[in-house]
């Protein structure tokens, strides 16, 4: 007689890959966060960037920066909050948060603007 052996695989061996998977996922999900503010940091950059190609434009054609996004032809990406806080004949400085990003405020500024916190190079973006 010949006894036929069940193949498959055992609770133990299940519970020890289930294990395994959980502990890849814990180091793999921090490193995913991190990776997505980053991210959102450079969009704030990239947004601010932009920014100041509108705000030169607008001069341009005005002779004065602006306060206005609507009127610099601006929209800021999703999430990201862009303020212009000072724009005169002479300057402008503006700051972009977003709450989601690893740093959470960048600053420029051009000109005789009072440079913004982090911002402390003319027109050079800065993030805290």
Partial sequence: MSRSRASG???IELLIVVVIIG?????????????????????????L???ATAEEAYYYTNDVYSTDLTAIN?????GTTVTVGEASTAGWSATASHPA???????IFIGTATPPSPATVE??????
Avoid: E, H, W
């Fill in 49 to 51: 960037r932009n920014l």
């Fill in 123 to 128: 027109s050079v973006v800065a993030c805290n």
């Fill in 9 to 11: 695989f055992t609770l």
């Fill in 23 to 47: 502990i890849l996922a814990s180091i793999a999900i921090p490193k995913f966060a991190a990776t997505k503010g980053r991210a959102y940091t450079a969009t704030m950059k990239s947004d």
């Fill in 74 to 78: 601006f929209q800021p990406s999703q």
């Fill in 101 to 107: 990003a690893s740093s959470p405020l960048c600053a």
